[in-house]
């Protein structure tokens, strides 16, 4: 089973990964890097910028998402194509199927991720990006004669998945009011 996806298109796949753990409250609640991160990525934008001093928080987490998530995106995308982890999602033994939710790779990649606790958040029985890789993973490894349609399927973010853009996201912002400093046109 070799992997054969564009870099561009593992990165898409992890950070649909990494984006839906960001949207999780799950998560938040056990996740500690990144409310520093952001805070830290917030505080030295506003030091520099008075519009964005008065960025409610809700478009600090849109707007800072992609910088403070990066470094776990790059180590799922690494855990994506690595061949022992993905051995994980389809058993040593082609020929008796595994199921891909047993946990085992979301296990290890908690570890690596240093979240422990992973497997509590990212369920089999609830829909992610990661659920749906796995699924095509382990479709390519049980049919080998659709891996090219299949290769493609599980390197594509379903829509469903796809994290939210960021310019989407700032169109349904309310406009600030304007601050003292700014006056009046006119």
């Known amino acids: 089973m070799s992997t ?19 949207q999780q409250e799950a998560f938040w609640q056990r996740e500690r890097l990144w ?5 830290r990525v917030a505080f030295a934008t506003s030091r ?15 707007v800072a998402r992609d910088a403070v998530v990066f470094p776990e995106v790059v180590a799922v995308a690494a855990a994506l194509v690595d061949p022992a982890l993905r051995l994980l999602v389809t058993g040593e033994r082609l020929l008796v199927r595994r199921s891909p939710d047993d946990g085992r790779f979301v296990t290890v990649l908690g570890d690596r991720l240093e979240r422990g606790w992973l497997g ?5 029985e609830r829909p992610s990006a990661l659920q ?14 659709l891996s090219d349609s299949t290769q493609r399927g599980m390197w594509q973010v379903q829509a469903a ?11 349904c912002w309310p406009p600030l009011p304007l ?4 006056g009046m046109p006119g």
């Not at 409310?35 to 805070?39: P, S």
């Not at 509590?120 to 089999?124: A, C, L, M, N, T």
């Open 4 to 22: 054969r996806a564009e870099p561009g298109d593992v990165f898409a796949v992890a950070r649909a990964v990494v984006c839906g753990w960001w």
């Open 161 to 171: 998945h796809q994290p939210a853009d960021v310019g989407t996201g700032c169109v």
């Open 132 to 145: 749906a890789w796995m699924r095509g993973l382990a479709r390519e490894a049980h049919s080998p004669s």
């Open 35 to 39: 409310a520093q991160r952001l805070e």
């Open 179 to 182: 601050s003292p400093s700014e």
């Open 120 to 124: 509590e958040v990212e369920r089999p």
């Open 48 to 62: 520099r910028s008075e519009v964005a001093a008065r960025w409610p928080a809700a478009w600090w987490r849109l």
